[in-house]
């Protein structure tokens, strides 16, 4: 009886060694390197998001390089036409810069895993009533292991992107007014003020 019981306990040891083992240790192995992956995405997404913000900031005031640069406000105003907040040259400057941070960015843990065939783009749109610019980043992150039935490791195709706020008080105004000459040519002022005389008027009685 002893023997029979060493004898199933052998062979449930040879097949956690055989089976179980190696199972657990690929699930915690690819867990590993899943977490080094979103480590790297964190990185990506930080740059994405100063990328935004430091393009939102030269679309509200355009003379934000000239005085970085010279390190004090420039004596002529060149930049005050309708519409400069479409980035103009700032954009390839603030793209480049990414683009150099992202050939920075280390593997995190393990070597190999790096990113790779990164693009950068910004991005302006204006709303009326209020405006953003867009940062967007689609990379690759390449697995330094090969999955089961594949020839090459897996490169995973990731995006980022980061949206700011542009607070741009000038063009506001410039778009509120734009949009009231609209309605004075068309009419639509007219008849809203007819519709906001006929709510008053029944809220009136």
Do not use: C, W
Request: charge should be neutral.
């Amino acid at each position: 009886m002893r023997m029979k019981m060493r004898k199933e306990e052998k062979g449930a040891l040879i097949l956690e060694a055989t089976i179980v083992f190696p199972v657990m240790f690929f699930i915690l192995l690819f867990l590993i390197y899943t977490g080094n992956m979103f480590y790297i995405r964190s990185q990506v997404d930080s740059i994405a998001s100063r990328g935004a913000i430091q393009a939102a900031a030269y679309v509200a005031d355009p003379m934000l390089e000239e005085v970085k640069e010279s390190g004090s406000v420039p004596r002529s105003i060149n930049n005050v036409q309708p519409y400069h907040s479409l980035l103009g040259n700032d954009v390839g400057k603030i793209q480049n810069k990414m683009n150099e941070e992202l050939n920075g960015l280390g593997t995190g843990f393990f070597a190999g895993m790096g990113i790779q065939n990164h693009s950068v783009s910004l991005r302006f749109e204006n709303h009326i009533f209020y405006s953003t610019v867009t940062a967007d980043v689609d990379f690759q992150v390449k697995f330094p292991i090969r999955f089961f039935g594949s020839d090459q490791p897996v490169a995973l195709k990731m995006h980022s992107r980061s949206v700011a706020p542009v607070t741009d008080t000038p063009e506001f105004i410039q778009n509120v007014d734009m949009a009231i000459d609209y309605a004075d040519s068309t009419g639509l002022s007219e008849k809203l003020n007819q519709l906001t005389g006929k709510v008053r008027e029944f809220f009136g009685r």
